[in-house]
């Protein structure tokens, strides 16, 4: 019996690792696109999982939520903060912080 949990509790590992890969490939992707399309520079190429939580889908399903930050740049000298939020695999919201009294979302 604790063989199974034990294989049960590592697939579901295995799972979590894996989701949480194609969330932050996705949320790269389109930080990516954002910035190009703003033409700024999105610094390091990367994202930070900054919050993880459960919530339900608009189906009323459990599902990963995630919460992405990144920096970017407009100039190439000042760093500025954006962040994506995922609902699943699916993007809720983008946010891009232009100058200190605006966003765009």
């Known amino acids: 019996?604790?063989?199974?949990?034990?294989i049960a509790l590592?697939?579901?590992?295995?799972?979590?690792?894996?989701?949480?890969l194609r969330s932050r490939e996705r949320a790269?992707?389109?930080c990516?696109?954002?910035?190009?399309?703003?033409?700024?520079?999105f610094l390091d190429d990367t994202v930070v999982l900054s919050r993880l939580?459960?919530?339900r889908t608009k189906r009323g399903t459990m599902a990963l939520c995630r919460l992405y930050v990144f920096d970017f740049?407009?100039?190439?000298?000042q760093r500025r903060s954006g962040s994506v939020s995922m609902k699943g695999q699916g993007i809720e919201d983008l946010v891009l912080s232009i100058d200190q009294s605006s966003s765009l979302h």
């Open 32 to 41: 990516r696109q954002a910035c190009d399309q703003i033409h700024a520079q």
């Open 73 to 77: 740049s407009m100039d190439g000298e």
């Open 28 to 30: 790269i992707q389109v």
């Open 1 to 6: 019996m604790q063989e199974i949990l034990l």
């Open 53 to 55: 939580r459960l919530c």
């Open 10 to 20: 590592l697939l579901f590992i295995l799972w979590l690792w894996r989701d949480s």
